[in-house]
């Protein structure tokens, strides 16, 4: 499917039940609390949080309904702003080839980010991990 397909059917089908007169403003609302839920699932994935349950491909596929569920939010609110997403994707791609044209930075990148992760955590007394791209 398409993504401007999918934005089509997606207010056609909220169309029908009466959900596209839900205001973006709430629709948000809705979308933080998935982002929440992805965010609860991520941490137990990576082993931050107890993982419930332990099932590491159970985890995965709750991740999948989650992060689904946050994009009809997101598909939502664009089709009640007038937003087509479809465009929108490809703004974004254009903007993420302009702002970090060189492929090569990439590494340099990750080694100046996990820098500045390690200041932070020894400036917050937390000590300092490893660098798992080195």
């Known amino acids: 499917m398409h993504i401007r397909e999918y934005q089509r059917w997606l207010e056609a089908w909220d169309h029908e039940r009466a959900w596209d007169k839900v205001l973006p403003s709430h629709t948000l609302l809705h979308a933080l609390e998935e982002l929440g839920e992805i965010s609860k699932l991520?941490?137990?994935?990576?082993?931050?949080?107890?993982?419930?349950?332990?099932?590491?491909?159970?985890?995965?596929?709750?991740?999948?309904?989650?992060?689904?569920?946050?994009?009809?939010?997101?598909?939502?609110?664009?089709?009640?702003?007038g937003v087509d997403m479809e465009e929108a994707?490809?703004?974004?791609?254009q903007k993420a080839d302009a702002r970090f044209p060189n492929p090569a930075a990439g590494p340099a990148d990750q080694r100046a980010y996990w820098a500045r992760f390690q200041r932070y955590l020894a400036e917050a007394g937390l000590g300092s991990e490893e660098d798992p791209s080195a």
């Open 42 to 81: 991520v941490q137990m994935i990576e082993g931050y949080r107890a993982p419930n349950p332990a099932d590491l491909e159970t985890l995965r596929s709750e991740l999948a309904l989650e992060l689904s569920d946050l994009q009809v939010m997101l598909f939502k609110i664009a089709y009640l702003c």
């Open 89 to 93: 994707m490809i703004r974004g791609q």
